[in-house]
Nanobody, 123 residues
Framework: VQLQASGGGTVQAGGSLKISCAAS????????VGWFRQTPGKEREFVAA????????LYADSVKGRFTISRDNAKSMVYLQMNSLKPEDTAVYCCAAARSSYGSRRVVDYQYWGQGTQVTVSS
């Protein structure tokens, strides 16, 4: 079971960044996928999720209209396009595979977690 996030970096406020999540087929098949973020001393925070077929997406209110989640099942990849970034978006972003074919806002609904990628937004 493998999930690996990549593509993080440092960007100025107002800028854009696209991060990726690569998953093994076993992890990816028929599973919803979510993105979460975490900063030191805080709980993991839901960002976005997408269903297996990509038809259902969920977003945290704090990122709605700025972030877009997508997936390419042929490549076992999930993406998070982040636009109009703010300093408060700074965090380690992790992807996770859900227990069902739908994504969820709840951490407990995810069974596999990958290593995160650091996103830093400077003011």
């Amino acid at each position: 079971v493998q999930l690996q996030a990549s593509g993080g970096g440092t960007v100025q406020a107002g800028g854009s960044l696209k991060i990726s999540c690569a998953a093994s087929k076993r992890t990816f098949n028929n599973n919803g996928v979510g993105w979460f973020r975490q900063t030191p001393g805080k709980e993991r925070e839901f960002v976005a999720a997408i269903s297996w077929r990509g038809g259902v997406t969920l977003y945290a209110d704090s990122v709605k209209g700025r972030f877009t989640i997508s997936r390419d099942n042929a490549k076992s990849m999930v993406y998070l396009q982040m636009n109009s970034l703010k300093p408060e978006d700074t965090a380690v972003y992790c992807c996770a595979a859900a227990r069902s074919s739908y994504g969820s806002r709840r951490v407990v609904d995810y069974q596999y977690w990958g290593q995160g990628t650091q996103v830093t937004v400077s003011s």
